[in-house]
């Protein structure tokens, strides 16, 4: 039984991986911390955990965490994490990151899109969480750097032919995700209003999400991968959906296609490559930590249209923060990831 501490516990983000470690059979939740909502009980704050989660919250305390917890996830904003991180390490704990400060593998491309890194032999150290490219490396890691909701899904979309080199070097994601993926702090831009009944893109060619879809492909594929990431939020709690427009090098039969994909994931516990003609939905992943593709292919068999679908708040955040947890501690990778997507 592993005793872990969740920092920054109250944001969607940790409240969904509350609900995910405390049903672990391995895991005990030893410490939740949040400083808007220290001194009151978790289920006071989410009343849904009454009697399956009733630990008091306590303002982030290092020392302490040490002394009750061995492992660490971090639920807090970007930069934050740089100096709880550090901290905990040196305390000796193992830290699960799901901010973005420790995805990035260049200190000069982490400044150019959040800032400058404290830590620049810690970037260097983290294992980038994804265990469909870095399974080996995760399961012996101190510090893992959770993905980004989006990079999953438009990494995992594309990865194949990547690593097989059929594909083109610019590729165009198109990618829509539920509100819960811009966090739980109010803003005015994401009031019921300003979203019910509407639909819109954001942050093109601004996103900071695409250097981190570019280092992964690129390094899959041995070249310099581009990506022109359109983001847009829509009126859904939780879900996206990344369509994604490749150029092949070869023509390719829809069989070609396939094949490709299946020698990929075959033995992928949370990948679901979806038959010819049946396209992912987000509302059949919903709750799961699963990850459903799609393949068209056009015509001439020189273009080829890939779809994903995932839960932003599991395979694009807490999900896959546990099953990194479960390969950190020599688990089964499914440990209390095996639940079935509510449907409708």
Known sequence: MTEVAIVGATGYTGMELVRILSRHPQAKLAVLTSRQQAGKLYSQVFPGLLQAVDLPITNPDFRAIAKKAELAFLCLPHSESQDAAAALLKLGLKVIDLSADFRLKSAAVYKKWYGPHRYPALLK???????????????????????????????????????????????????????????????????????AENLRAYNIYGHRHTPEMEQELSAAARARVRVTFVPH???????ILSTLYV??????????????????????????????????????????????????????????????????????????????????QGLPESSALESLPLVP
């Open 233 to 239: 939020l829509v009126p859904m709690n939780r879900g």
């Open 247 to 328: 150029k092949l090098k070869k023509k390719l039969s829809l069989d070609n296609l396939f094949d490709i994909f299946r020698e990929s994931y075959q033995d992928e516990p949370f990948l679901r490559l979806l038959p010819p003609g049946t396209l992912p939905e987000v509302a059949q992943v919903r709750g799961t930590n699963l990850t459903q593709i799609g393949l068209s292919l056009a015509p001439s068999g020189r273009e080829a249209v890939i779809t994903s679908a995932l839960d932003n708040l599991v395979k694009g955040a807490a999900g896959a923060a546990v099953q990194n947890f479960n390969l950190m």
């Open 125 to 195: 150290e983290a294992v980038y969480g994804l265990p469909e490219l870095y399974r080996q490396k995760i399961a012996k890691a101190r510090l893992v750097a959770n993905p980004g909701c989006y990079p999953t899904s438009v990494i995992l979309g594309l990865l194949p032919l990547a690593a097989k080199g059929v594909m083109e070097p610019e590729v165009i994601a198109d990618s829509k995700s539920g509100v819960s993926g811009a966090g739980r702090s109010p803003q005015p831009s994401l009031h019921f209003c300003e979203i």
